[in-house]
């Protein structure tokens, strides 16, 4: 049934009143990353009483619920974690979120995150067991599309890192691109919305992303990894 939903745009958004602060505030003081969109919350809280919960939805410029394809909804997740993918280290935790060895106490982390690595690791195979051999291309929102392709460049360029080893300051420089991938996506989002233009990724071209992401993490789980083991 899953593999049959990859490609159904039947799926939708919420829309959290939270917007995630420019990179170089980020940078500036990663403990407080996060803004409260007052007024979007006040337009969703007005909505929400007219349409109920669908109020909440992300909208396109039709006001329509943003759909999704079930492939689009898993990816977003993993982009989101791989803009903050640190060489050799793990994912950096920036947003005030609690991470899975938190979540039980919601104790917001801080740091880096194997923890979150490792299930990046295992969540790329998951997806790739759902996509299979399959070459038909899918269909993405895409801004989704573009985000994911900027990402797939910046690991790209850093590929013989894999082999040379990373000096901090490569670490630094290739942080800095993801973050600003992720910034782009996120600024034309709040601005825009998720807009209703899509375009076609070639099977080919997601596989390879992913199995990059999941060869740069596997990596950094190696470099991770203590002589006990742990």
Not at 31 to 37: G, N, P
Not at 64 to 86: D, G
Not at 153 to 165: E, T
């Amino acid at each position: 049934q899953l593999k049959a939903r990859l490609r159904e745009a039947r799926f939708v958004y919420a829309h959290v009143p939270y917007r995630i602060r420019p990179f170089e505030k980020i940078l500036e003081n990663p403990r407080a990353t996060i803004d409260y969109d007052a007024e979007a919350a006040e337009r969703l809280e007005a909505l929400s009483r007219r349409l109920g919960s669908d109020g909440k939805l992300l909208r396109d410029a039709k006001g329509e619920p943003a759909r999704a394809t079930l492939l689009e909804k898993l990816l977003i997740p993993l982009a989101s974690k791989a803009a903050n993918f640190i060489p050799d280290a793990g994912i950096w935790m920036n947003t005030q979120r609690p991470e899975w060895n938190d979540a039980n106490n919601a104790l917001v982390g801080y740091g880096v995150s194997v923890v979150t690595l490792c299930y990046c690791y295992r969540y790329i195979d998951f997806i790739l067991g759902l996509l299979g051999p399959d070459e038909c291309s899918h269909e993405l929102n895409t801004m989704t599309l573009e985000q994911i392709s900027d990402q797939a460049k910046v690991f790209d360029a850093y590929r013989d890192r894999l082999q040379n080893g990373f000096s901090d300051a490569d670490r630094f420089r290739m942080m800095t691109e993801l973050g600003r991938v992720a910034e782009r996506f996120r600024s034309r989002l709040y601005a825009e919305g998720l807009g209703e233009n899509r375009s076609w990724m070639a099977a080919g071209e997601l596989r390879s992303y992913l199995k990059a992401l999941r060869t740069f993490m596997g990596a950094s789980i190696d470099a991770n990894r203590r002589t006990d083991d742990l």
